[in-house]
Every structure is written in structure tokens, then in C-alpha cells.
């Protein structure tokens, strides 16, 4: 209570200027520039402070001080515009605003609420517990598991180096050999304001990758948020995993500061049947803080940074375990809006980003470690960082009624490093000292055109053009000198060019159809890992890899053909796909139990998606989604290793008053398709779980989530579960949320 006062007598200082101010009416409609139809639900906003939506008959009305202001309009379709205006002391100021209509993206999203809204969703609450919620929320998108955390992402079968993990755009690496720290253990949900996914190689504006890229978008500070306060408490049965976290906005005149906080911790998880999985706990926090100076009327400067901490992180299925990781990303961004007619936004970022990460078998029995297949008899504690420093610019311009373009300059630098030291059990036998990353550096240089064109109302045409020059070498001379026994060529020096190109078609017929054909001729350059890593234990095939500098990018010819059909009450999307590789990078065989990365001649990936939303009324919604994927690689006659099944799920939400509730059904056919040669992969049986989500609003600011997931304690693993890591037993958990606005 005496929060709340301090609170209001704040607020109340804040709004006494304000009051004594004059105010005049502002008001106006908004039209499709096109249709010159009104467009109910747009965005108004004053000065970024003041702001209000306009009504089904596409009205808005705003009260202003005399004087200028700038306007910004956005709404979902079209772009968004910005408007200087001079409200008189006395009258009511009018106005017709004509949105242009967006070029159809290739881009799908999921914001943190879920899937679609419901009217639950108020004060922008997260109601998924974690990213890989979120992630495995995607079509045609899995994750592979090494351990109760930290998930790696895979799409349409392709995944590390053919896929890309970005942070707000900027460029981030996992600083462990053995993959523990995927880039999306760094984001937790109170600092994430929606995930972005590019399947395949449609999109190049962020990278050239051949899979598909995953940009995680941060929260930003706002101006329209005076005060805006969340906390939420959790906790999680299947590893008595207990949380926390908060999220705070304050703005006031021309500046916003937005800083979140949660904090984890996990204990083993159980499998289904009870099974305890052991040595499966960790720990964690992460925070963030956001700061917004708006400068002049159509500049602003932004500074955000993410902080993230593990520690005690059991892993299972591999042979070591995770003491601790650390992660810093910083980033200041400069943005002006309203330029011109033609030139119409200029934004620049900078960004700092950094991972350490420390791995050993410390807490592994002597038993474990004197009878494990791989270097028995030792202790191997391992260390490794990732840097990356880079800037982005983005142009934006209206060349002309019907096109958007814009210029992408992209550039990276990266620093990657990791070593390991081995001491024996016994202490007659001196101890040992690797390098497994030496020292990898790699400049990288893009520049983009991304480009949409409006040909007629039911014809529009998007094309990506990226040009990327990278030149990369080895820093440290102990690692170099371990790699060039592994060459016929010492040089690691390397240079590497690739140009790519993307072009999208769409045909609308009517509002509620579309169909896209989408084609792509792309390079993706290899890893620093592939070009430079050295005797990097696989887990899941056995051996021992090592890179290769001499590698030439990978080349995919790619066609993708998506139809959707969205009316009032139903939707639905339809794709097939097929991606063609040339100098696909794996591991070859060249002695007992070392691979060296080599290019294959052939292989291939394909596959389709569908998904499904029926609404029956206001209250109950219908839903479904199936993807299916096969891979095959033509130099060994063998299919893809790490391809997921058939797979989907189908679900049905009820809203009423105060309360949501949803029964989801999620299933994974067999995988009778398993590598024996590329790998050692195994089959994997089929599976069908039950989960049940809700939430309850006790009032404004108050909230309950609870849920069973796989409410059958079904015992079972995924294909991607790493060394078949058993899935999650039956999970309850529980979440009250308070939201202040």
C-alpha cells in the first residue's frame, strides 16, 4: 500500500504540467491508399508519449497541446508512416491519412503470448515458461536435447552453421565445442517481445545461411508506458524448478528505461514413469536493461544490453557437464525516421557481444570416468569464449508508389577460442593440453538489397539480393601447429566470396487467398568450427572431428510453394519444399575414430507443412499442425542423419469471462530412417502426449497460469534427443503474475 502511494504522488507530480496545458482536439480517418477503404485498429501515436487506435469505421481522436507534433501510424500490413502536424489553440484540427499497403513477408512470427491472440492476453503477459516453449510452437521447427536446458533449434533438418540464431539482428556464437550454449539459452521470455523465423533461404537479410534463420526480438523501452510493472512466480513439478522474473517501464518526456530480471533454479528432472534422471539440475539468471532518448522529432538513440548466468548444469547425455556460463550483449542504436520522400529511415547499430563457458567431469563418478568409452582415466576440464563486434545499417527507401527497398550492410567480427587440459586418475601419468579452437578470427562483409514491389493489386514481387566476402584466419600458433597435421596444405589463411539471391512471388486473388512461390540460389560459408576446429568429440556418432580450411561454401538451389487461405473463421497454410545441396559439409571418415569436415558432392532436403485454425464461435477455437522432412545424402546412399519424423499436433482453446484453457495433443510418428553411416544413429519409437494450459484473471492486475504437461507420464525420447535423452515426465506447473499499468 505505501508502494502504491509513493506511486501515485509520482505519477501525480508528473501530470501537473500537463494539466495546466491547453489541450485542442485532433481527429481523423484512416484509408488503404489503394482500396481507399478505412482501416479500423491503427496505431496513433503523438510524440511517441501520446497515443490511441482508431474504431471500425476507421476514426481516431486525440487531445494535444498547440503546437507541433509528429505523428506515427503503424498497423500490421502496411508501413508505417510518420506525420508532422500543427494543432491551433482553438478548432479541431482533421485529418485523411492513407496507409500503403506491405509487401506479403516470408517472415513468420510468434509473439510470447502464443500462437494467436485471446482476449486473455492483456498487459502483454507471457504466459509459455520458457524460449523453447516458444521455438517448438513453430511448424516444421524441433530442437535437439543434451540435457533439461538450453535446447538447440533445428529447422527443416538443418541445423548449427546451416541455420542462423540471431539476437535483435545482431550476430552471436556459442562459445562451447560440444554445442551446450546455443544462442537461444541466452534469451528468457520476460526479455522477449516475439521470435521472427525465415525457413529455408527465402529471407537474406540477416545471413546467408541455407536453412533458415531465428531472430529473437528483444523488448524495448517505450515512451507510451509512463509505468508499467510485471513480476510473475513459478514453479515447475517435474524438477521442482522454482522462478522468477520482472519486468519494469518508465518513461518520462523524451526518455524510457525498461530493465527485466528472472532468476532459475532446476533440480533433476523425472522422465515419464518416474524415472529420475540424474545429474540433470542447474541454475540461472539473466537481466536486461533498455534505454530510449528520443532526440528532435524524428531521431532517437537506443542502448540495450542482456546479461545471462548458468551455473551447476548437469548434462546427462554427455560426457561432461557445465560449471558455469557467462554472457554479456550490448548494443547502441541510432534511428531517423521521416528523411524524405524517397530516403526514408536511416538506422545504425553497433553491437558488443561475449560468451565464456566452462565445462569438466569434476562431478562424475571415478567409476564413470575410469569406464567410459571415450579418454577413460582422466579429467578433462575445458574452456572456451566466443566475441563478436559488428554494425549494421539499414537504409530505407520509397523509390515509388508500389516499391520498398532497402540497403543492408552487415559486418561481423568474430574471436573464438577453446582449449581443454587433461589430468590422469593416476598420478604416475603427466597431464596433457589441447586446443580446440585456435584462435579462430572471421571478418565478415555483407551488403543486402531487399527489395518488394507491388506490381498490381493481387501480384507483388520481393527479391533479396547479399553479396559476402570473409577472411579468416588462426591466431594462436600451438592450435595452428596441431591442425596442420591434419592437412595436405598448412596454410589456414582463407579468403571466401559468396553471392546469393532470393526472389518471392505472390498472387492474391482475393483478400483471403495467397499463393507464394518462392525460389533461391544461395551460398552458406563453413563455420569457424568446420575451418578450424580440432579433435571435436561428436557424442552422437563417437568420433573425433577436425576442420578443414579448404572447405568451399555450400550450395543450395532451394523452391518452396506456400498457399494460405484466411477468412473470419478459418485459416489455413499449406507449404512443400525442396532444397538441393552441392558441397554439403560433413564429416568423412579417414582413420579409427577421426573424421575431418569434408565437402560431399550431393544431398538433399524436403518436405511439407500445414497448419490449421477453425473458429467455431468467440469462445472456442479449433487447431492443428503437421510437418514432415526427409534428407538424403547422394555420396554414401544414406539418408540424412538428424531428420525428425512426421510429426503435429492438434488443439482446441475455450474462452469464457476470466478464464482460458487449452487442450493440446502433440504426437511424433516413428523414425524408421536412421544414418548408420554417416553416424550412429539410431530408430526411434512414435509418440502422443496430452498437455493442458490455463489462465485466470483474479482481477486487473492479478493472474494465475497453471498446466499438466504430458499428463499421462508417457515415457518416451525424442529423435533428436541426444544419446536418446529421455523427455520430460508428467509436469505441473503453476504461475501467479502481477501486472501494474
Given at each position: 500500500m505505501r508502494l502504491q502511494k509513493i506511486i501515485w504522488i509520482v505519477l501525480t507530480f508528473f501530470s501537473i504540467p500537463l494539466m495546466a496545458q491547453t489541450v485542442a482536439p485532433l481527429s481523423g480517418y484512416i484509408y488503404d491508399r489503394d482500396e481507399h477503404t478505412v482501416i479500423n485498429d491503427v496505431n496513433i501515436q503523438a510524440d511517441s508519449i501520446n497515443g490511441t487506435i482508431s474504431d471500425s469505421d476507421g476514426f481516431f481522436r486525440l487531445n494535444l497541446r498547440p503546437g507541433k507534433h509528429?505523428?506515427?501510424?503503424?498497423?500490421?500490413?502496411y508501413f508505417t508512416i510518420q506525420k508532422e502536424i500543427q494543432i491551433q489553440e482553438k478548432g479541431v484540427t482533421s485529418l485523411k491519412i492513407f496507409l500503403i499497403p506491405r509487401i506479403i513477408g516470408l517472415k513468420e512470427t510468434i509473439v510470447v503470448e502464443g500462437e494467436t491472440e485471446n482476449p486473455l492476453d492483456k498487459n502483454n503477459n507471457k504466459w509459455l515458461n520458457s524460449t523453447d516453449d516458444i521455438m517448438e510452437r513453430f511448424e516444421g521447427v524441433n530442437t535437439m536435447?543434451?540435457?533439461?536446458?538450453?535446447?538447440?533449434?533445428?529447422?527443416?533438418?538443418?541445423?548449427?552453421?546451416?541455420?542462423?540464431?540471431?539476437?535483435?539482428?545482431?550476430?552471436?556464437?556459442?562459445?562451447?565445442?560440444?554445442?551446450?550454449?546455443?544462442?537461444?539459452?541466452?534469451?528468457?521470455?520476460?526479455?522477449?517481445?516475439?521470435?521472427?523465423?525465415?525457413?529455408?533461404?527465402?529471407?537474406?537479410?540477416?545471413?546467408?545461411?541455407?536453412?533458415?534463420?531465428?531472430?529473437?526480438?528483444?523488448?524495448?523501452?517505450?515512451?507510451n508506458q509512463p509505468f508499467v510493472?510485471?513480476?510473475?512466480?513459478?514453479?515447475?513439478?517435474?524438477?521442482?524448478?522454482?522462478?522468477?522474473?520482472?519486468?519494469?517501464?518508465?518513461?518520462?518526456?523524451?526518455?524510457?528505461?525498461?530493465?527485466?530480471?528472472?532468476?532459475?533454479?532446476?533440480?533433476?528432472?523425472?522422465?515419464?514413469?518416474?524415472?529420475?534422471?540424474?545429474?540433470?539440475?542447474?541454475?540461472?539468471?539473466?537481466?536486461?536493461?533498455?534505454?530510449l532518448r528520443k532526440v528532435g522529432e524524428k531521431q532517437s538513440l537506443r542502448f540495450n544490453y542482456i546479461g545471462d548466468n548458468a551455473w551447476s548444469i548437469g548434462y546427462p547425455a554427455l560426457i561432461m557437464d557445465a560449471s558455469k556460463t557467462v554472457s554479456h550483449l550490448a548494443s547502441l542504436q541510432y534511428n531517423i525516421a521521416g528523411i524524405s520522400d524517397m530516403f526514408y529511415a536511416l538506422d545504425l547499430k553497433t553491437y558488443y557481444t561475449h560468451v565464456d563457458h566452462w565445462m569438466d567431469d569434476y562431478k562424475r563418478s571415478v567409476d564413470e570416468i575410469k569406464n567410459r568409452v571415450v579418454m577413460p582415466n582422466m579429467y578433462m576440464p575445458m574452456f572456451g569464449y566466443s566475441e563478436t563486434i559488428g554494425t549494421i545499417i539499414k537504409a530505407t527507401f520509397l523509390p515509388a508508389?508500389?516499391?520498398?527497398?532497402?540497403?543492408?550492410?552487415?559486418?561481423?567480427?568474430?574471436?573464438?577460442?577453446?582449449?581443454?587440459?587433461?589430468?590422469?586418475?593416476?598420478?604416475?601419468?603427466?597431464?596433457?593440453?589441447?586446443?580446440?579452437?585456435?584462435?579462430?578470427?572471421?571478418?565478415?562483409?555483407?551488403?543486402?538489397?531487399?527489395?518488394?514491389w507491388l506490381i498490381t493489386k493481387k501480384v507483388q514481387l520481393h527479391t533479396n539480393i547479399r553479396s559476402d566476402y570473409s577472411n579468416r584466419n588462426i591466431q594462436n600458433a600451438f592450435g595452428k601447429r596441431q591442425l596442420q597435421a591434419m592437412w595436405e596444405n598448412s596454410a589456414s589463411r582463407r579468403e571466401y566470396t559468396a553471392n546469393s539471391f532470393s526472389v518471392s512471388a505472390t498472387y492474391s486473388p482475393d483478400e483471403k487467398?495467397?499463393?507464394?512461390?518462392?525460389?533461391?540460389?544461395?551460398?552458406?560459408?563453413?563455420?569457424?568450427?568446420?575451418?578450424?576446429?580440432?579433435?571435436?568429440?561428436?557424442?552422437?556418432?563417437?568420433?573425433?572431428?577436425?576442420?578443414?580450411?579448404?572447405?568451399?561454401?555450400?550450395?543450395?538451389?532451394?523452391i518452396e510453394l506456400r498457399t494460405n487461405?484466411?477468412?473470419?473463421?478459418?485459416?489455413?497454410?499449406?507449404?512443400?519444399?525442396?532444397?538441393?545441396?552441392?558441397?554439403?559439409?560433413?564429416?568423412?571418415?579417414?582413420?579409427?575414430?577421426?573424421?575431418?569436415?569434408?565437402?560431399?558432392?550431393?544431398?538433399?532436403?524436403?518436405?511439407?507443412?500445414?497448419?490449421?485454425?477453425?473458429?467455431?464461435?468467440?469462445?472456442?477455437?479449433?487447431?492443428?499442425?503437421?510437418?514432415?522432412?526427409?534428407?538424403?545424402?547422394?555420396?554414401?546412399?544414406?539418408?540424412?542423419?538428424?531428420?525428425?519424423?512426421?510429426?503435429?499436433?492438434?488443439?482446441?482453446?475455450?474462452?469464457?469471462?476470466?478464464?482460458?484453457?487449452?487442450?493440446?495433443?502433440?504426437?511424433?510418428?516413428?523414425?524408421?530412417?536412421?544414418?548408420?553411416?554417416?553416424?550412429?544413429?539410431?530408430?526411434?519409437?512414435?509418440?502422443?502426449?496430452?498437455?493442458?494450459?490455463?489462465?485466470?484473471?483474479l482481477s486487473e492486475q492479478w493472474e494465475i497460469k497453471s498446466g499438466i504437461e504430458n499428463i499421462f507420464d508417457t515415457m518416451y525420447h525424442e529423435h533428436l534427443s541426444i544419446n536418446n535423452l529421455p523427455a520430460r515426465g508428467r509436469n505441473i506447473y503453476l504461475g501467479l503474475n502481477y501486472n501494474y499499468n
Open positions: 509528429t505523428l506515427t501510424i503503424s498497423h500490421v500490413g536435447k543434451r540435457a533439461n536446458f538450453a535446447t538447440e533449434p533445428v529447422i527443416r533438418g538443418s541445423s548449427a552453421g546451416q541455420i542462423a540464431i540471431v539476437i535483435d539482428d545482431m550476430k552471436m556464437f556459442h562459445a562451447c565445442i560440444d554445442r551446450m550454449d546455443p544462442v537461444s539459452a541466452y534469451i528468457e521470455v520476460e526479455n522477449l517481445e516475439k521470435m521472427e523465423l525465415s525457413k529455408g533461404a527465402f529471407n537474406l537479410t540477416n545471413s546467408s545461411t541455407i536453412g533458415g534463420t531465428l531472430n529473437f526480438i528483444t523488448s524495448n523501452a517505450r515512451l510493472f510485471h513480476t510473475e512466480a513459478g514453479y515447475e513439478s517435474v524438477s521442482n524448478l522454482s522462478r522468477v522474473r520482472s519486468s519494469l517501464n518508465y518513461a518520462v518526456e523524451n526518455w524510457a528505461v525498461r530493465a527485466s530480471f528472472s532468476a532459475k533454479n532446476s533440480n533433476d528432472y523425472y522422465a515419464g514413469n518416474q524415472q529420475h534422471i540424474n545429474n540433470s539440475g542447474y541454475k540461472k539468471n539473466n537481466y536486461t536493461l533498455n534505454v508508389r508500389d516499391h520498398f527497398s532497402r540497403l543492408i550492410f552487415d559486418y561481423y567480427r568474430l574471436n573464438a577460442f577453446a582449449d581443454m587440459d587433461m589430468f590422469a586418475l593416476e598420478d604416475n601419468l603427466p597431464p596433457a593440453y589441447l586446443v580446440n579452437i585456435p584462435g579462430a578470427r572471421l571478418d565478415n562483409f555483407a551488403l543486402t538489397l531487399d527489395h518488394s487467398v495467397s499463393v507464394n512461390l518462392n525460389l533461391a540460389d544461395t551460398h552458406r560459408l563453413p563455420s569457424h568450427m568446420e575451418n578450424y576446429g580440432y579433435l571435436l568429440y561428436n557424442v552422437m556418432d563417437g568420433y573425433f572431428y577436425s576442420g578443414n580450411p579448404r572447405l568451399t561454401p555450400e550450395h543450395s538451389r532451394q487461405i484466411n477468412s473470419a473463421n478459418f485459416y489455413l497454410s499449406t507449404a512443400v519444399f525442396y532444397n538441393d545441396i552441392y558441397n554439403y559439409i560433413s564429416g568423412r571418415l579417414i582413420e579409427d575414430e577421426f573424421k575431418l569436415y569434408t565437402n560431399f558432392d550431393r544431398a538433399y532436403l524436403s518436405g511439407f507443412e500445414t497448419s490449421v485454425l477453425y473458429k467455431i464461435n468467440q469462445h472456442v477455437n479449433l487447431k492443428s499442425s503437421f510437418s514432415y522432412t526427409y534428407g538424403f545424402i547422394d555420396d554414401i546412399n544414406e539418408v540424412m542423419p538428424y531428420i525428425p519424423p512426421f510429426q503435429g499436433s492438434i488443439s482446441g482453446d475455450y474462452t469464457i469471462s476470466k478464464l482460458w484453457f487449452e487442450v493440446r495433443g502433440r504426437f511424433a510418428a516413428d523414425q524408421n530412417l536412421a544414418a548408420t553411416k554417416s553416424t550412429l544413429e539410431d530408430k526411434t519409437p512414435g509418440y502422443f502426449l496430452w498437455d493442458l494450459h490455463s489462465r485466470f484473471h
